[in-house]
């Protein structure tokens, strides 16, 4: 179905909360599936190379087919199905310390993450308006930045005002640094 309309479109989600794993380790997994097809990215968690991440995620993506299904009983499988929003967000910290040499404790930080799977029957379906299709399956690193407006702008003071002269500046001389005189050495025995 390739339906822009919102109301006609379906649109499942599914929430995975306080799992045992920081945000940062999540998102690597959660990254990979962005953008595809749900079968696909079904068949990737099952050979994640983070087990424990890709079982978690492989179920969530189950459990929001499955509410896709339980919605819209007319969807036979995954392949019908896109995931159009990934997202991964922190959970709690539980806060531990370990002892170290001299009475000291350091603190370790032990991070869970919520993560949400937003499937959708529209690849081209946005529930974010402000992100553009192309920019949801680039990684960040290989993503363009976005052009805001193409008014050039003044860099120069001769750029910003072209009637008044500007005044050159005279190139400063650097003064030579001076060498300290030398220290006469000590005689060694007697003083005069």
């Not at 949400?116 to 379906?125: A, E, I, Q, Y």
């Not at 990684?139 to 050039?152: E, G, H, S």
Request: charge should be positive; aromatic fraction near 4%; avoid cysteine.
């Amino acid at each position: 179905m390739s339906n822009t309309d919102t109301t006609t479109a379906l649109v499942t989600r599914a929430v995975l909360r306080d799992f045992r794993s920081t945000p940062q380790k999540a998102r690597r997994v959660v990254n990979l599936v962005r953008g595809q097809r749900a079968d696909t990215a079904l068949n990737m968690m099952k050979f994640a190379n983070q087990p424990e991440l890709g079982e978690a995620i492989y179920t969530l993506i189950a459990s929001a087919v499955s509410n896709a299904k339980q919605k819209n009983p007319s969807i036979r499988d995954a392949s019908e199905l896109w995931i159009i929003e990934a997202l991964v967000d922190e959970g709690f910290t539980m806060k531990r310390y370990r002892p170290r040499a001299q009475g000291r404790g350091f603190s370790i930080n032990k991070r869970s993450s919520q993560v949400t799977v937003v499937l959708s029957d529209d690849k081209t379906l946005r529930t974010n308006k402000n992100l553009k299709a192309s920019q949801m399956q680039k990684p960040k690193a290989l993503r363009k930045p976005t052009v805001i407006a193409d008014v050039p702008v003044a860099t120069k003071a001769a750029d910003a005002l072209p009637d008044k002269p500007v005044a050159k500046k005279a190139a400063a001389k650097k003064a030579t640094a001076k060498k300290a005189p030398a220290k006469k050495a000590a005689s060694k025995g007697k003083a005069e």
